[in-house]
């Protein structure tokens, strides 16, 4: 009796079935991601929805009646946060295609820039009503063949991003673009409740324990401490705090100013877009900042499925067996500190290390960001990846939408994460197939 | 005939209280929609009288006719949330009632005099319907330019006034006084047809005489019970009390609420609020949700019947104007208590997913 008791509690306090600890819900229909973890409630979950209001609905422009509501652009990427995080979900990067390899740029793929100074730190294709759109991106996909160890074949998309009808000048050699794809959002704020020691106890820069795995924490300004602080957030761990990320998407994605970055992302050439009129000053009240932050913080996370398979039950073993675990850590346990009561002390299960890894000249983007370098990305957690395709109708993965669902997405692995790579193409097929069952069960 | 009439009536005996009550409840929606669409249909009229020759009375006219017919859509609403013909992938929900509105991208507003399609003749030459709906599939990250809140405020005008509506003069409609009043009459009765024949592709897939429309798969498919069901818990508990009340009482902004150019966001919660307690309690076929609830929980029964009606005294009493009621405290207090009730109302639903 005792010892099903102690069980009991064991398994509802650290449950792999329970990814997000209590902020694990059973929701697996297309609005998995969109859920507050069950254990959120009261006034919290009221706020959430306010939270939930402000992320969905599209903002229009100044002035407009609806004032706390108005300020986008003048020159802006997407209307709303949900333009680009479809049901709290995952971009697809590209539209249908034009021609034989020819896509459109979706929404909810972004343009980092460096070096581009008619057009500051991001592309922003639309304009709000007599303000031009920066340039129009488009991608030609390339397929790239690639052997199987047992000698089968498979073809990967290689994209080469194009741009045209630009406003201000063409870019120079020297600009450099990072292409960024929109993540689903779920457990975030669970990520932010995990202690900086315990993140950090997994670096390894200079590969001490010559596991070939370095990991490196990107460290940031965080703006409103004016202090340098763990990046959790972002493809390369570019953004301290949900806090900052919000606001920085803001300021890039819809060109709305907050207390944290209270300037128009106008650069000098951009005459028209200096002089339009703003939404107030700053355009997003703080109070509308803290109630978006809410909802990102309490997001909750889906239960895993198809735990008895037996497929995913070998495929868990060759995940480990091949060390993707290396740096898609399973496990952490949250702190006790966060802010949000509901995030403090829950075990989760996102596997990822939070760390930057190099990925090799495949999935380089030659364009440093904070302390992590060109060739540098943060490991993603893998929660919920299973379920974008229900939730977001495709399974596009890596940071510009590359892959098209979990195998390519491996496929495209490098610099070091090549070996794991290679263990995992060396796979027998059933046993490829297993290790893709246990990650789309998570 | 005989044979066809005797076969139907068995089918019909056949037929379980939950099919009888989904029977009811689909044959209400084509009646409401019906209606909304007829009421919609007058508004077009009175518009239309109105941009032949722009007068106040005209214009007031049309107004009225607004509020009639917006509080008839206001109660469609409770057949929403279930990817409905409303709603589902290609509905036309967004056309018919988007919000907040992009003003500017529309019409001139304070601040911005030139601003909009109606005033910029270069860049859309041409105001049709086709012009407009193409608009609003342009990349989809276009705010949407038509439906009810862009006819209000083509109707009202900015609202500028803590204790008013807006207060545009038929005048802005009259060639020689204001700008482009050609193109402002033209953009009028554009999105006022279009509104109309929005409405009527909702109603006729609700047409019970129909044999191959969203009705007929309705009334057969096994799951259509738990998804109204469904809906109500998410209109009650997240779209009305949360989305559509409690974002204005916690950030109080005056103009963060649905109607706020004619000040009648007040009718849109309580009509929205009426669909519901209608679909909760009124009688479809000689049964309704709460009967089927009574069947298998009496208790949960008579305590939705009781929180539908305390909610519904309090909504019908409601401190209006809405964008004012925010800033007051006795009025914030009632707010807060129709808030926490719906959500209470939500959770009851809930518990009556698990029985039904």
Same mark, same amino acid.
């Given at each position: ?442 | ?305 009781? &929180? +539908? %009606?305390? /909610? !519904? @005294? ?8 809405? $964008? &004012? +009621? %925010?800033? /007051? !405290? @006795? ?8 808030? $926490? ?16």
């Amino acid at each position: 009796m005792i010892l099903s008791c102690l069980l009991f509690i064991f398994f509802a306090f650290a449950n792999p079935d329970l990814p997000g600890g209590e902020l694990t819900h059973t929701d697996f229909s297309r609005n998995a991601f969109s859920h507050p973890g069950p254990n959120v409630k009261g006034e919290t979950k009221l706020q959430f929805g306010v939270g939930n209001s402000f992320f969905k609905i599209g903002w229009p422009e100044a002035p407009a009646s609806t004032s706390d509501r108005d300020g986008l652009g003048p020159t802006f990427n997407a209307i709303s946060c949900s333009s680009c995080h479809q049901l709290d979900g995952r971009g697809a990067g590209y539209y249908a295609p034009t021609s034989h390899t020819e896509f459109n740029v979706n929404v909810s793929l972004l343009f980092r820039l460096s070096n581009a100074e008619n057009y500051g730190e991001q592309l922003n294709p639309l304009g709000i009503s007599g303000i031009p759109g920066e340039a129009r991106p488009s991608v030609l996909l390339r397929l790239v063949e690639g052997k199987y160890g047992d000698g089968s074949s498979y073809k990967l998309r290689m994209p080469e991003f194009r741009f045209t009808d630009f406003a201000f000048g063409v870019f120079t050699a020297n600009t450099r673009i990072s292409p960024r794809v929109a993540t689903q959002m779920i457990g975030l704020g669970l990520i932010e409740a995990i202690e900086d020691a315990d993140i950090l106890k997994k670096e390894d820069p200079k590969d001490q324990d010559a596991d070939g795995i370095s990991g490196r924490a990107n460290f940031v300004l965080d703006i409103q401490s004016n202090q340098t602080r763990l990046g959790r957030f972002g493809w390369k761990a570019s953004q301290p705090s949900l806090r900052q990320q919000n606001a920085a998407a803001f300021a890039g994605d819809l060109s709305l100013t907050t207390a944290l970055f209270p300037t128009e992302n106008c650069p000098p050439a951009q005459l028209l877009c200096l002089q339009a009129p703003n939404g107030g000053t700053p355009e997003i009240a703080e109070n509308i900042l803290d109630r978006l932050t809410l909802y990102t913080q309490t997001l909750g996370v889906p239960a895993r499925r198809d735990l008895t398979n037996p497929s995913v039950v070998r495929g868990e073993n060759f995940f480990l067996q091949i060390r993707c675990d290396s740096c898609h850590t399973p496990s952490f346990k949250t702190g006790a500190t966060h802010e949000v009561p509901f995030l403090q002390n829950q075990t989760i299960y996102p596997y990822s290390d939070f760390l930057l890894h190099d990925m090799g000249p495949e999935l380089a983007d030659h364009r440093p960001d904070g302390l992590a370098n060109g060739r540098e990305w943060r490991t993603p957690p893998l929660w919920g990846i299973g379920l974008i395709p229900v939730v977001n109708d495709h399974q596009n993965l890596l940071h510009d939408a590359r892959a098209q669902n979990v195998e390519e997405a491996i496929l495209w692995h490098g610099g070091e994460a090549a070996p794991a790579r290679d263990a995992f193409k060396n796979l027998n097929k059933q046993s490829r197939i297993d290790v893709i069952a246990f990650i789309n069960s998570l | 005939m005989f044979q066809l009439l005797i076969t139907l009536l068995l089918a019909q005996a056949q037929l379980t209280p939950q099919n009888l009550y989904i029977q009811g409840y689909a044959q209400n929606a084509f009646l409401l929609y019906s209606k909304s669409a007829e009421e919609a249909q007058t508004l077009n009229q009175l518009v239309k009288d109105f941009v032949a020759n722009p007068t106040q009375e005209k214009l007031e006219a049309a107004k009225a006719q607004w509020i009639v017919a917006r509080k008839i859509y206001s109660q469609t609403e409770t057949y929403r949330f279930f990817d409905s013909p409303i709603d589902d992938a290609d509905g036309p929900e967004g056309l018919i009632n988007a919000w907040p509105m992009d003003e500017a991208y529309i019409d001139s507003v304070k601040g911005k005099s030139n601003s909009g399609i109606i005033n910029d003749r270069q860049g859309y030459p041409v105001i049709d319907k086709n012009t407009l709906l193409s608009l609003n599939e342009k990349d989809g990250e276009k705010n949407i330019s038509t439906g009810w809140h862009a006819i209000e405020f083509l109707l009202w005008g900015q609202d500028f006034s803590t204790n008013g509506p807006g207060t545009r003069s038929f005048e802005d409609f009259v060639d020689g006084r204001m700008p482009n009043a050609d193109r402002r009459r033209l953009y009028l009765s554009v999105i006022t047809e279009l509104l109309v024949e929005h409405i009527q592709s909702v109603a006729v897939q609700w047409n019970p005489s129909s044999s191959n429309n969203y009705y007929a798969s309705f009334v057969n498919a096994p799951d259509s019970l738990s998804k109204v069901v469904e809906s109500l818990r998410f209109f009650a508990g997240e779209e009305l009390s949360i989305e559509r009340m409690f974002v204005a009482y916690d950030m109080q902004d005056q103009e963060d609420e649905h109607s706020c150019f004619s000040d009648t966001t007040h009718y849109d919660l309580y009509y929205n609020y009426l669909g519901i307690k209608n679909t909760l309690l009124q009688k479809y076929n000689g049964i309704s949700l709460v009967s089927l609830i009574a069947d298998n929980d009496a208790t949960l029964a008579s305590q939705i019947g009781a &929180q +539908a %009606i305390a /909610i !519904d @005294s309090a909504l019908f009493q409601f401190p209006a104007p809405f $964008d &004012q +009621a %925010i800033f /007051i !405290d @006795s009025s914030r207090e009632t707010i807060k208590w129709i808030i $926490d009730s719906l959500q209470g109302l939500a959770e009851s639903i809930q518990q009556a997913k698990t029985i039904l």
